[in-house]
């Protein structure tokens, strides 16, 4: 899968497959970038997976709040 390299940056923050982002104060990792829409899995303690679908702007507007917490 070509998508699977996509990396969308803008400044310094950008988003990458593998990435792991707080949503809900739930644990997601980017899963896949279908053009401006982030693809995040994650998987329940009970072992069910689910995805969810999220714009890039909305996945980096969460990356930056992170990454100001931890400075």
């Known amino acids: 899968m070509n998508n699977m390299k996509k990396n969308y940056s803008d400044s310094d923050i950008s988003v990458q497959v593998g990435d792991r982002i707080i949503l809900d104060d739930q644990e997601w990792k980017v899963a896949e970038i279908i053009s401006d829409t982030v693809v995040l899995y994650r998987?329940?303690?009970?072992?069910?997976?689910?995805?969810?679908?999220?714009p890039v702007e909305v996945i980096k507007s969460h990356l930056q709040e992170q990454k100001n917490q931890d400075i």
């Open 43 to 54: 998987e329940s303690v009970s072992g069910k997976s689910q995805t969810i679908q999220e």
